[in-house]
């Protein structure tokens, strides 16, 4: 039991989840905090320029969550009318409200990748001619790693490619990399590296690094400068958000490399799925520390499966009629991925 008397489940619908521990409590309870709306909060300020420098981007400015970081750029690189191109399961087109249509009037062309992975040749096809009668293609949105691609790593020389493509036809990209740091961590490609193929980056402090709120964008100076005109406007700008920047430096400096142990928890957690009846999954498919899988060859729906689970005290989520989710993260141990394949594995039986 936890202390407000709820149940403790092993949770792995989302590293969005995760408490912040006794030590960043501390770091938190002694940040030492000032008016951020002032410019003058040294947390969050010295956060901003180890994320800016970290991504290897002149600047980098603190928002509440990865969604604002992404509607953000969006709308700073963007006009009202503009095309903005995206892979279609991507999560700014998807899971963000309709923020690119409402807040930047802009219109997103999707196309279909292979878990989210799209090539240049595709993006190259749908950059739209100047003619009066089409939209301006303007911005290209990438996701490292892709959520919906079940945590897949954007390859860099792809990355390369569709930069210099973009480049060579007048276009800015900016890149979801609200689990960046996953893909890092399990290629050993520096962030810096990935970054330089964008012109501005979205960075989340509150998934897989396990801080309870912050996201950053990062890009020149002159590009951050109009973000932050945003921010105000999108009613983003926080006061003494040293209490909150100070958890993701913390984070920063503690749970990255550890990254590498929810990697091989969610390895682990397909290799063990694989095994099961009614179960497909290509545990080559789990990259990082998101594991999708489909129970269409099962006699249960993803929701029943849900709800059995539940009542094992496991929580998952069904993200379609037989597609679940599980992602692990800093509150779950290899001990729990034990206990959460025997309960897989008692629900619905062995090959
Ligand atoms: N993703 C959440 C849900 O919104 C689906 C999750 O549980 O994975 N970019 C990517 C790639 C994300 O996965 C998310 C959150 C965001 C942006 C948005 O971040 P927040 O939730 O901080 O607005």
């Given at each position: 039991m936890t202390g407000d008397g709820m149940k403790e489940f092993i949770d792995l619908r989302s590293d969005t989840v995760t408490k912040p521990t006794p030590a960043m409590r501390k770091a938190m309870a002694e940040a030492e905090v000032g008016d951020d709306v002032f410019g003058e909060?040294?947390?969050?300020?010295t956060l901003q320029g180890k994320v800016a420098n970290l991504l290897g981007k002149e600047a980098s400015l603190f928002v509440p969550s990865g969604?604002?970081?992404?509607?953000?750029?969006?709308k700073s690189h963007t006009q009202p009318g503009d095309e903005v191109i995206l892979e279609s399961s991507s999560h700014p087109y998807n899971f963000e409200g309709g923020a690119g249509a409402a807040l930047s009037g802009i219109q997103f062309r999707c196309l279909q990748g292979v878990r989210g992975i799209l090539e240049p040749a595709q993006i190259?096809?749908?950059i739209r001619p100047s003619d009066h009668h089409f939209p301006v293609t303007r911005l290209v949105c990438l996701e490292n790693t892709h959520n919906r691609g079940?945590?897949?790593?954007?390859p860099i020389e792809k990355m390369a490619e569709i930069y210099r493509l973009s480049k060579t036809r007048g276009?800015?990209?900016?890149?979801?990399?609200?689990?960046?740091?996953?893909a890092s961590v399990a290629t050993g490609i520096k962030p810096h590296e990935y970054a330089q193929w964008a012109d501005s980056v979205s960075v989340c402090l509150s998934k897989a690094l396990g801080a309870p709120i912050g996201s950053l964008v990062a890009g020149s100076k002159l590009f951050i400068d109009r973000v932050h005109r945003f921010r105000k406007m999108f009613g983003g700008g926080m006061r003494q958000a040293g209490i909150i920047a100070a958890a993701g430096i913390y984070a920063l400096d503690n749970h990255l490399e550890r990254l590498k142990e929810d990697h091989q928890n969610a390895t682990h957690l397909a290799m063990g799925l694989k095994e099961l009846k009614g179960v497909s999954i290509d545990p080559k498919h789990v990259e990082t520390n998101i594991v999708i899988f489909d129970v269409a060859g099962s006699a249960m729906k993803g929701s029943q499966l849900a709800e059995s689970m539940k009542k094992e005290g496991i929580l998952i989520h069904a993200i379609g009629k037989t597609q679940i989710r599980l992602v692990t993260h800093l509150d779950v141990t290899a001990d729990d991925i034990e206990k959460t394949l025997k309960a897989f594995q008692k629900i619905l039986g062995k090959k």
């Open positions: 909060d040294p947390t969050v300020n969604t604002m970081a992404n509607q953000l750029s969006i190259e096809e749908a079940g945590g897949s790593i954007f276009l800015l990209v900016h890149l979801d990399g609200a689990r960046l740091w996953n």
